[in-house]
Nanobody, 126 residues
């Protein structure tokens, strides 16, 4: 059974940093496409960052230069380092994974990943 568990969310002042973790259980995720998404109240879910099985990464324009996605295959854990947080980064952040390699080749709006965590709240305040 595939299970993803996020942690590391919280509240931080503008300009601060947080690191989100996503522990993956049930499979070895080194060959998976993995990503972080977020959803703010009243807004559509958006992809924040993505990392492929060969560690190729991509980012939403809104977080480029501030957020970094990475993974530790030995620990089966995905990370999102968030620096320079802004109030507009406030959202529930979800990690997602998919064993289908082609998913990582699709544009973000077309990439429907199969497995999702329960989410963790991130709040950036003034």
């Amino acid at each position: 059974q595939v299970q993803l568990v996020e942690s590391g969310g919280g509240s931080v002042q503008a300009g601060g940093s947080l690191r989100l973790s996503c522990a993956a259980f049930g499979h070895t995720y080194s060959t998976y496409c993995m990503a972080w998404f977020r959803q703010a109240p009243g807004k559509e879910r958006e992809e924040v960052a993505r990392i492929s099985s060969v560690s190729s990464t991509s980012y939403a324009d809104s977080v480029k230069g501030r957020f970094t996605i990475s993974k530790d295959n030995a620990k089966n854990t995905l990370y999102l380092q968030m620096n320079g947080l802004k109030p507009e980064d406030t959202a529930i952040y979800y990690c997602a994974a998919d064993f289908r390699v082609r998913v990582c080749l699709l544009p973000s709006k077309e990439a429907e990943l199969l497995y999702w965590g329960q989410g963790t709240q991130v709040t950036g305040s003034y």
